[in-house]
Nanobody, 118 residues
Framework: QVQLQESGPGLVKPSQTLSLTCTVS??????????WNWFRQSPGKGLEWIGF???????TYSPSLKSRTAISRDTSQYRFTLDLDSVTPEDTAVYYC??????????WGQGTQVTVSS
């Protein structure tokens, strides 16, 4: 079981880049079969998967967000980062980092609210 904590600005202006960091504790980011994910949940909507970076550094993104998304990592600092470009008010959501740990269980961060507004 790992502990995850999101951090980043709570307010981003339209057309700017949203950047969030997830700090990992209690485990190695390069341990086999760990996949470090980002999700979000907008008001009145369900949970939306954004993408992940794997233990080997491979990234996979949601097709609907792929053109605007980049996930990177700094294993020496035990963190991974989400960059979402050209944000609009539709990107306002609570953003979560999460990692599956087998057997259907997931470890989640507490979530961080991001509002896109001028």
């Amino acid at each position: 079981q790992v502990q995850l904590q999101e951090s980043g600005p709570g307010l981003v202006k339209p057309s700017q880049t949203l950047s969030l960091t997830c700090t990992v504790s209690g485990g190695s980011m390069t341990a086999m079969y760990y996949y470090w994910n980002w999700f979000r949940q907008s008001p009145g909507k369900g949970l939306e998967w954004i993408g992940f970076i794997s233990y080997s550094g491979k990234t996979t993104y949601s097709p609907s967000l792929k053109s605007r998304t980049a996930i990177s990592r700094d294993t020496s600092q035990y963190r991974f980062t989400l960059d979402l470009d050209s944000v609009t008010p539709e990107d306002t959501a609570v953003y979560y980092c999460a990692a599956p740990r087998g057997g259907g269980a997931w470890d989640w961060g507490q979530g961080t609210q991001v509002t896109v507004s001028s």
